[in-house]
Structures are given as C-alpha cells and as structure tokens.
C-alpha cells in the first residue's frame, strides 16, 4: 500500500515554517547563537540553536498554553501547521467522516522545562500542583493535538533517544501499510535548552566550544570538528493512503518507501558499523532497492568525532562504490535531539522534490577518515529522486527512513 507525505510542519531554530527553514538551511545560514534568556547566561556552556520569535497557536487558549511544556507548544504548532498544509481540517480527520486518522510523537527528552520548574517549586517552596503530571508527561503533545483535532486513530509517544522522531515516522508509516488508520500525524520534538541540560551535555565531551564564529561550531565530518550544539524544536508531517491522497486531490509531496530500524546492543554512547549499516540495508531491503539506486543521504551527522567516523564507515559498507552525495543539516539547526531526526526527514522529502540537495556547512578540510561527498559548495542541483534520511542515537537506537520523488 503507497503511503504518501502530504503535509509538513515545522518550528525550529532555522525557522518557524517549512518555508523559513526550507530558506535558511538551502541557503546556510546557521541558528546557532549565543545562548539568549536570564536563566541560561553565565554557565558554562556558550552556545545553543534556539528557536526564536516562537508563537504558540492560536487555537490553544491562554489556559491550556500555561499548561504545557515549550516542546508540547512546538509540537501542536507544528501539527497545525502540517493540518493546514495537507488541507485537512479537524472534521477531516474525524472517524464520523470515515477517515481513522492518528498521531504518533517522539521525543528524546520529554517536557524538560516542565519537569525542571515542578522540581525547582517543591524542592524550593514545597510546592505541586494540579497541572504538573499533565504537562510533565511525555504523551502531552500528542494527547493535546488528539484532543484538538479529534483524531481518534492510533495516538501514542516513543522514545528512541535522537532517532525518536524517525522511529515515529516509521511507525506511523507501518501502521498505514497495516490497515490500521488512513492517516497520521507523525514527528518529533523536543525543548531542553535548560541550564542543567545543558551542563549535563557540557560533561559528557560532547558540546562543541565554539570559540570563533558561533555560526561555524558545528563542522560535521571536518579534521577540526570538536561536537554539536544543542537545539530545539519539532516536526511534522502528515501520512496518507495513495488513495486517499489522490481521491481529495491533495498536494503529494513525496513517498515514504521503506523504514528500517536496528539496536546495537553495545554501548550506551558509542556508536556501531554494524549496527547503522544494519539499519540502512534494511530500509533498502523494505523499500525494495538497490543502493546505486540512492541519490541522496541526509546524515546524522552530529560533528562529533566517533558519530561522523562510524556513519561514513556503514555508509560506505552499505553502498560501496556507489555512495551518492551526502550532507549533514546540522550546523544550520545544532542538535534537536528527538526533533532532528523528523526535521531531517522534512529536508530529504524537500531535497527530493525540488531536486536540489542541501549543503554541508563549515566543512572545509575533510577528516581523512569521512571521505564521502559531502556537498560543500552549497546546494547542488542534482536530479535526486530518491533520498535516504539516517538518524543514529544513544543506546544504540538505529532509524533510516527511504523517501521518493513522486511522479
């Protein structure tokens, strides 16, 4: 059964639309700034990619916003917007209209900012309240956009680390394949850019420096590469039936062809060949092709030293001398954790349609070890009709998703 993407929606640091991201990131211009916001100067982490001049949607009264946490904000937002661009209206997607119609998130971190104000007030003031296990709770994005838009399919949250929003989008599209919803809603998200998230990150080695130009931190693949920066955001986009796509003329902006998904069972932190080439080989296997039949790979290409050497070498056992352009959107948007991988799939369904691959930004003198063709020269106009999305997390967490031009 074809599924198609007929909606996107996005908030990100890059931009809060498809269009401002879809801009920045084709352009390369980078999010990544000095960290804004009382609460955060002064520690010891410099930099973040945050989302700037962020309106909650209107369709959420002042209540309800105070209610929720900025990554379940971003989420709603970015499922409206996703709604709006398929044309799909909250009747639409209501089983009295005969459309069994769902949602799926992930997040990799949850509803940091909630949690870490209800900690702060007890451990402070002795204080709870009412509100703070339903903003706190990982589900609440999507329980509130159930809620919102009356989808009353399948509607549930995963947690894969920075691969969630991927294994979301997989899920979502094997639960249409299965017969088990018509159209989903599917994504991720997450807001953690919090002086203790932030620190805890700083500890793990992880964070680059930045001791130059903020916008140039963040050099995926590159000799002088020294880690990521930490991000926000969320993202989404709508499934459907081929049939049902076209039956109600909607804009098809591609097709999602296959999904794999793989466990290292090795290390918490570490990455393994095997375990993302896995993954990669069984995308193409579900998709039912052939790797020289790949134009494009959006990395995971975090900019940390053990990531980008252990994805080129699954990338290279997997397509061999066939290997097509690659790039990393990383240094645009820094690290959104659970969001990436769902904002990364946006940009491969954008690359793939449009026909012209983003570029990978900051890389000027290659690591010997990342020897693949990393499209530095900004974007390349390339008939790609076929792109592979790769998103590689802590625990060993796995996700590729494999999308195709429609024509």
């Known amino acids: 059964m074809p599924v198609v993407v007929t909606g996107m929606g996005a908030v990100t640091p890059a931009g809060n639309s498809v269009e401002e991201f879809r801009r920045s990131v084709w352009g390369g211009h980078s999010a990544v700034g000095e960290l804004s916001g009382g609460e955060l100067q002064g ?11 962020f ?18 904000q971003m989420a709603v937002a970015a499922i409206d917007q996703a709604l709006t661009d398929a044309r799909l209206s909250p009747r639409d997607c209501q089983e009295e209209t005969g459309r ?13 900012h909630a949690i870490g104000q209800s900690y702060f007030a007890y451990f402070s003031r002795k204080s709870t309240s009412v509100h703070n296990i339903p903003s706190c709770m990982p589900h609440s994005a999507a329980a509130v956009a159930g809620i ?13 680390a920075c691969a969630s929003g991927a294994v979301a989008i997989g899920m979502a ?49 590159s000799r002088d590469r020294e880690g990521f920066v930490l991000g926000e955001g969320a993202a989404v986009v709508v499934l459907e039936k081929l049939e049902s796509a076209l039956r109600r003329g909607a804009t098809i902006y591609g097709e999602v062809l296959g999904y794999g998904f793989s466990s290292d069972a090795m290390h918490l932190t570490a990455p393994s060949v095997c375990g ?23 990395a995971h290409g975090t900019g940390t030293v053990l990531n980008d050497q252990a994805e080129t070498a699954a990338i290279r056992r997997v397509f061999g001398n066939a290997v097509p352009p690659v790039s990393s959107i990383k240094p645009v ?30 890389l000027t003198e290659a690591d010997p070890d990342c020897d693949l063709d990393f499209v530095v020269e900004g974007p390349r106009d390339v008939d790609a009709r ?22």
């Open 276 to 298: 993302q080439s896995k993954a990669m080989a069984n995308a193409l296997a579900a998709a039912g092709l052939a790797p020289g039949e790949v134009d494009y790979i959006n």
């Open 173 to 221: 599209f094997e639960l249409i394949r299965a017969g088990m919803a018509d159209t989903m809603l599917a994504g991720g998200c997450d807001a953690s850019i919090t002086p203790i998230h932030l620190d805890n990150w700083r500890c793990l080695g992880v964070l680059a420096k930045g001791d130059g130009e903020p916008g140039k931190a963040v050099r995926p693949f």
């Open 43 to 53: 520690g010891k982490a410099r930099l973040a990619a945050q989302v700037k001049d």
């Open 333 to 362: 948007t820094g690290h959104m954790l659970g969001a990436s991988s769902a904002v990364e799939l946006v940009a491969s369904v954008l690359a793939v349609r449009d026909g012209v691959i983003p570029p990978t930004i900051n």
């Open 55 to 72: 309106l909650p949607p209107g369709l959420l009264s002042l209540r309800e916003l105070g209610r929720m946490d900025r990554a379940a």
């Open 148 to 160: 919102r838009f009356g989808l009353t399919g399948p509607s549930f949250t995963v947690s894969a």
């Open 100 to 112: 069994w119609t769902g949602v799926v998130m992930g997040t990799g971190v949850g509803n940091a």
């Open 386 to 407: 076929v792109a592979v999305s790769n998103s590689f997390a802590f625990g060993g967490n796995n996700a590729v998703l494999v999308v195709r031009r429609f024509e």
